[in-house]
């Protein structure tokens, strides 16, 4: 009696591994062919133009992630540049609007890296006094600023586009922006 229950156990695992062996394989080969088709851009429409950033999966995976995944959501789409300094970078990626808010998903740990520097064009993730804040919000430079290296996480950089991100309306000073400019669209494309 041992015997036919013994194979039926047997039977039932194999057949339990090849079902989670096709789910793998499932899930996994569209990344792969993600993988295969290059690097992971955020494609950012603005109301003057489209700016492309090369995400960073080497420096910042888990923020890369998250912004692939929000924007794969939608959830930066309408978002507004909350705060924006001349000669320094825009900041954005609250749906709130304050600068106080981010996605329902956890914060994420720092991924800080000396390797890379805070130069124009950077893209990092903003964050509260605690290094392990970082949710949806992000930065991106107009300007070199050596003082932000090692202090927030980098996961990008403009390679077109930058002459937009200039355009967007600053604040007066560090005050929150008037009727502030907005992302009309996200979307990620691998090139």
């Known amino acids: 009696m041992s015997d036919p229950i013994k194979r039926a156990g047997i039977i039932l695992g194999i057949l339990l591994a090849a079902v989670a062996a096709f789910f793998t394989v499932s899930i996994a080969a569209p990344q792969a062919a993600k993988a295969q088709e290059g690097k992971p851009h955020w494609i950012l429409e603005l109301k003057d133009g489209i700016v492309d ?3 960073r999966p080497d420096l910042a995976p888990g923020h890369v992630k998250r912004v692939i995944e929000l924007t794969e959501k939608g959830f930066y789409n309408g978002i507004v540049f909350h705060r ?3 000669g320094f970078m825009a900041q954005g990626g609250d ?3 304050t600068g106080m808010g981010g996605s329902d998903l ?3 740990p720092a991924e800080f890296t000396t390797a890379e520097h805070f ?3 950077v893209v990092a993730a903003a964050r509260s006094s605690d290094p392990n804040s970082a949710n949806s919000q992000f930065f991106i430079m107009f300007a070199d600023a050596p003082h932000l290296d090692g202090q927030y996480t980098i996961w990008g950089k403009v390679v077109s586009g930058m002459e937009f991100v200039d355009l967007i309306k600053k604040g007066a000073g560090d005050q929150p922006v008037q009727d ?3 992302i009309i669209s996200a979307k990620i494309e691998y090139k």
């Open 106 to 108: 956890p914060d994420l």
């Open 180 to 182: 502030p400019d907005k």
């Open 95 to 97: 749906p709130t609007g």
């Open 119 to 121: 130069t124009r064009g």
């Open 84 to 86: 924006v300094i001349d």
């Open 53 to 55: 950033i090369e995400l």
